[in-house]
T-cell receptor, first 109, second 115 residues
Framework: QQPVQSPQAVILREGEDAVINCSSS?????VHWYRQKHGEAPVFLMI?????EQKGHDKISASFNEKKQQSSLYLTASQLSYSGTYFC??????????FGKGTSLLVTP | DADVTQTPRNRITKTGKRIMLECSQT?????MYWYRQDPGLGLQLIYY???????NKGEISDGYSVSRQAQAKFSLSLESAIPNQTALYFC??????????????FGPGTRLTVL
């Protein structure tokens, strides 16, 4: 039941925008987004719930399309600090998460 | 001090040995999780516990067992370690209050190598 993330990797110049997608073949209850920097633990970015509620950082935006069982994370005006691996976690029942394989993002000067 | 701690941080062991990874948290959260991370495979859920008396298997529980000794402590055991259990292991916690909204907080990870 692992969600599928795309793209697998992306390289941006500072200031450019990126979109990371997360798709599920099973109906989603909620989607979590986390960022992991090399050698560190994953850190929470955002939760999107079925029905439209969201919780997360002000500078991160995301969407949740319940009909398509997809979520997208929008990174605008990227900064060097945005570099890392982004994971979506899918919750099908409101309990545990199944994480995708991750999207590696590199922002260059 | 860190809210979620894991010990040891690094461990090298031999095939067939029993090993325990420990996780402690000071966040007062009810829910605790163990994940395994392999390069390119993301985070895979091994076990999770929603309170001391509630233990659930995750995606990849075979070869692993857990113990929730107290609300704040959740241990992962490999009864007989094998080389393909070499990985980075993360413990995480989350609050049950308003559970749908609650993010998971991860520990720093334990890097385990099985020779």
């Amino acid at each position: 039941q692992q969600p599928v993330q795309s793209p697998q990797a992306v390289i941006l110049r500072e200031g450019e925008d990126a979109v990371i997608n997360c798709s599920s073949s099973k109906a989603l209850y909620s989607v979590h987004w986390y960022r992991q920097k090399h050698g560190e633990a994953p850190v929470f970015l955002m939760i999107l719930l079925k029905g439209g509620e969201q919780k997360g950082h002000d500078k991160i935006s995301a969407s949740f399309n319940e009909k398509k069982q997809q979520s997208s994370l929008y990174l605008t005006a990227s900064q060097l600090s945005y570099s890392g691996t982004y994971f979506c976690g899918a919750s099908f029942s409101g309990y545990a998460l199944n994480f995708g394989k991750g999207t590696s993002l590199l922002v260059t000067p | 001090d860190a809210d979620v701690t894991q010990t040891p941080r690094n461990r090298i062991t031999k095939t067939g040995k029993r090993i325990m990874l420990e996780c402690s948290q000071t966040k007062g959260h009810d829910r605790m999780y163990w994940y395994r991370q392999d390069p390119g495979l993301g985070l895979q859920l091994i076990y999770y516990s929603f309170d001391v008396k509630d233990i659930n298997k995750g995606e990849i529980s075979d070869g692993y067992s857990v113990s929730r000794q107290a609300q704040a402590k959740f241990s992962l055991s490999l009864e007989s370690a094998i080389p393909n259990q070499t990985a980075l292991y993360f413990c995480a916690t989350s609050d049950s209050v308003g559970a749908s909204y609650n993010e998971q907080f991860f520990g720093p990870g334990t890097r385990l190598t099985v020779l």
